[in-house]
């Protein structure tokens, strides 16, 4: 009988292989659980910047929107002449767009830069 343990050597439960395999098995799960977990959270976090990017935009060009309307308006009620509503409405695209366009291209290329693209 080759599975016979030689005498001098320790005998081995089948119940104690069972328990170091069960051991090992909650290893496994533990690890494997925290490995999506991690991703879960990850996702969860893109999901949450996204959202939150969307509704800073969304505000922004509503803001924006309101504003064009109000000096186009004022425009078309005679209490501005077209051309300083179009100079108004200029101005406020260059005090605006460009502070906002270069915080978006700095947040994606920083973030480009953080995880290693």
């Known amino acids: 009988m080759a ?3 030689k005498p001098g050597e320790a005998v081995q439960s089948p119940a104690a292989d069972f328990s170091q395999i069960l051991e090992q098995a909650e290893g496994l799960a ?3 659980q925290s490995l999506s977990l991690a991703e879960i959270v ?3 976090h893109a999901e949450d ?3 939150i990017a969307k509704w800073i935009v969304g505000a922004f060009l509503t803001a ?3 504003v ?5 308006s004022a425009a078309w009620l005679g209490l501005y002449d077209w051309k300083e ?4 409405a200029l101005e406020i695209l260059k005090s605006v767009l460009l502070p906002v366009v270069t915080l ?14």
């Open 30 to 32: 533990t690890q494997a």
């Open 49 to 51: 910047r996204g959202w």
């Open 42 to 44: 990850a996702k969860r």
């Open 85 to 88: 509503a179009v100079s108004i």
């Open 64 to 66: 924006i929107a309101i």
């Open 3 to 5: 599975d016979d343990p």
């Open 104 to 117: 978006i291209l700095g947040y994606y290329f920083g973030q480009g830069t953080k995880s290693g693209g």
């Open 68 to 72: 064009y309307l109000i000096i186009f």
